[in-house]
């Protein structure tokens, strides 16, 4: 049998003026399919806890058992207005709230104090959540999970292409909590709070990636 030779893709000719200073040819065909080796694993960036009260309106002094039942569940110090660890600006601290707005149905003037906020990394943000999954989540009786969006949602929505999921505990969940359950005495009042999980994910299915990153971290799930 007689053994064909087939002609090998041409090289650029730099004797060639019109090949001179010119990139070479580009093969044709298709092209290489270069494997995604980079994966984006989404991460957990923080943890961010807030509370509003009615109580606050008449004055920042009401706002003292809101701080202290934060200062025990979080080990954080409240924000100081002198620069520092807990300083301005420091992203550290329990931070009081105040209002943007009026509003003249509920008597609320711009600048009022309305609540207490604080955020959560690094070593401190683990812990908070391992106390919840472990002490405080198994005894909320009425709590089954942190409910997934039906399927008819859009999945282009933005809270489904943002890597935040948000969630609302009882004021019961904090008489919950070790720090507080042992001295229960010195909070005579309990609050609700706002917990927001903040990652990394963003894009298209921000949401899925990361509701299976905070299921990894025994946060529990459940369908409507």
Known sequence: LQRHSFPTRRSSDLSNPYALNRPPPRPKGNRYLVPNSSVELPVLESIVLECM????????????????AFHAITGEAPQSPHPGPYGPGSGRGLVITHSSKKSSSFKIRPGAPTGVKVELRGEAMYDFLETLTEFVL????????????????????????????????PPEAMGLWPQIE?????????????????????????QDRARALLSGLALPFVKR
């Open 53 to 68: 009260t009615k109580t606050a309106l008449a004055g920042k002094t009401n706002l003292l058992p809101l701080l202290m």
């Open 138 to 169: 198994p005894r909320l009786k009425t709590f089954s999970g942190i409910p997934l969006p039906s399927t008819s949602h859009p999945r282009q929505s933005t809270s489904s292409t943002s890597g935040v999921v948000a969630f609302g505990l």
């Open 182 to 206: 042992v001295n229960l005495d010195q909070y005579p009042k309990t609050y609700g709070v706002n917990i927001h999980c903040i990652t990394s994910a963003r894009g298209r299915g921000a």
